[in-house]
């Protein structure tokens, strides 16, 4: 297993247009996780799924957000109507029920809206 | 609403020196890890600390969670450049919400040739 990966590492998108960014985690990890990091501030969590389950989410994450995780493996999360406000690093973490708790995280996606 | 707070928030010194980073609250966790991230990558998972005044060593890292659990430290020995990076610190609650993790806003650490 490679760990958990993200797609695209990149994405720039003109204010009003909707994005959609993929989550691999590993294999036999049943949480996954979203955050959201902007500049000078640590990781800010969005949501969370227990398999296909989608447990919480943030009062970060506003109508635009949706987020799924069809069949408790890879995981999307889209922005409709994007705003300039919306440009960060998106991270997904993924971990396991049992061991330490701790986290993988991908590498994220970086988004600039323009 | 437990507030996390990260000290110092930046912290710039040369190879060789020692330091130390701070992660302080006004909860008691279950447990704290801390985590570094390069920059445009995932923080990556150092260490777990759980009982009261613990102390491990990872390398030249040594970690010490205080022991009223409320309060953790990171200290570097003969920092390196490639010791650069963010640190952050993320406590645990125990109950409901032990699943999910709060970052604190973390302290920026170059270290210089």
């Known amino acids: 297993d490679t760990g958990v990966s993200q797609d695209p590492r990149h994405k720039i998108t003109k204010r009003g247009q909707n994005v959609t960014f993929r989550c691999d985690p590993i294999?036999?990890?049943?949480?996954l996780y979203w955050y959201r990091q902007t500049l000078g501030q640590g990781p800010e969590f969005l949501t969370y799924?227990?398999?296909?389950?989608?447990?919480?989410k943030s009062r970060l994450l506003s109508d635009r957000f949706s987020a799924e995780r069809p069949k408790g493996s890879f995981s999307t999360l889209e922005i409709q109507r994007t705003e300039q406000g919306d440009s960060a690093m998106y991270l997904c973490?993924?971990?396991?029920?049992?061991?330490?708790?701790?986290?993988?995280f991908g590498s994220g996606t970086r988004l600039t809206v323009v | 609403t437990q507030l996390l707070e990260q000290s110092p928030q930046f912290l710039s010194i040369q190879e060789g020196e020692n330091l130390t980073v701070y992660c302080n609250s006004s909860?008691?966790?279950?447990?704290l890890q801390w985590y570094r991230q390069e920059p445009g990558e995932g923080p990556v998972l150092l260490v777990t600390?759980?009982?009261?005044?613990e102390v491990k060593k990872l390398k030249r890292l040594t970690f010490q969670f205080g022991d009223a659990r409320k309060d953790s430290s990171l200290h570097i020995t003969a920092a390196q450049p490639g010791d650069t990076g963010l640190y952050l610190c993320?406590?645990?609650?125990?109950?409901?919400?032990?699943?999910?993790?709060?970052f604190g806003k973390g302290t920026l650490l170059t270290v210089n040739p």
């Open positions: 993320a406590p645990q609650n125990s109950g409901g919400s032990n699943y999910k993790l709060t």
């Open positions: 294999s036999e990890h049943n949480r």
């Open positions: 600390v759980v009982t009261g005044g």
């Open positions: 799924f227990q398999n296909e389950a989608q447990l919480e």
């Open positions: 973490a993924s971990s396991s029920l049992k061991g330490s708790y701790g986290y993988t």
């Open positions: 909860s008691v966790f279950s447990s």
